[in-house]
T-cell receptor
Framework: NAGVTQTPKFQVLKTGQSMTLQCAQD?????MYWYRQDPGMGLRLIYY???????DKGEVPNGYNVSRLNKREFSLRLESAAPSQTSVYFC?????????FGPGTRLTVT | RKEVEQDPGPFNVPEGATVAFNCTYS??????FFWYRQDCRKEPKLLMS???SGNEDGRFTAQLNRASQYISLLIRDSKLSDSATYLC??????????FGKGTRLSVIA
């Protein structure tokens, strides 16, 4: 099992560009999450999906959109990237309260 | 008040030492408790769940005090490989997990 996979691993964007971060899990989990992690800020929840077909805002949703494409895949879209979105983005899926994280995407917006 | 609070550290301890971290949470409805470990530039990984009666996994012991709303992690006989950031995590019902900002541990030879 690959667990949770994320693509790309690294990305550099210019301000105003758009991109989609991809996440997939092969553990048949219902719930999936997107976090960002910044130095000194800890993990902050952007959006989550409790089950296929549903999405909910987390703590810091502004500037992002998500799509729960199917049970396996949960993507995060930045429509117009800003330097404040420079961060490490982690996707996670969960079962019975335990979360399993992907390896992360390091995004820099210049 | 932050939902989950941890001392950020760093805790610098020699190999073989015993070190303890505490974490406090504000939501009295919290029902599930975990410690995650995060290595530098890596994703967080579950270290252990925390049960009401306390639990042990090798050199690691976790305890929960519901009355005072804190959980603790004790690491005995510290190894160099224990150097990491330890995240305290709580959950109320079916809501998303709430992560603390982490406590950084550095074990020194």
């Amino acid at each position: 099992n690959a667990g949770v996979t994320q693509t790309p691993k690294f990305q550099v964007l210019k301000t105003g560009q758009s991109m989609t971060l991809q996440c997939a899990q092969d553990m048949n989990h219902n719930s999936m999450y997107w976090y960002r992690q910044d130095p000194g800020m800890g993990l902050r929840l952007i959006y989550y999906s409790a089950s296929e077909g549903t999405t909910d805002k987390g703590e810091v949703p502004n500037g992002y959109n998500v799509s729960r494409l199917n049970k396996r895949e949960f993507s995060l879209r930045l429509e117009s990237a800003a330097p404040s979105q420079t961060s490490v983005y982690f996707c996670a899926s969960s079962a019975q309260g335990v979360q399993y994280f992907g390896p992360g995407t390091r995004l820099t917006v210049t | 008040r932050k939902e989950v609070e941890q001392d950020p550290g760093p805790f610098n301890v020699p190999e073989g030492a015993t070190v303890a971290f505490n974490c406090t949470y504000s939501n009295s409805a919290s029902q599930s408790f975990f410690w995650y470990r995060q290595d530098c530039r890596k994703e967080p990984k579950l270290l252990m769940s925390v049960y009401s009666s306390g639990n042990e996994d090798g050199r690691f012991t976790a305890q929960l005090n519901r009355a005072s709303q804190y959980i603790s992690l004790l690491i005995r006989d510290s190894k160099l490989s224990d150097s990491a950031t330890y995240l305290c995590v709580v959950r109320a019902g079916n809501t998303p997990l709430v992560f603390g900002k982490g406590t950084r541990l550095s074990v020194i030879a």
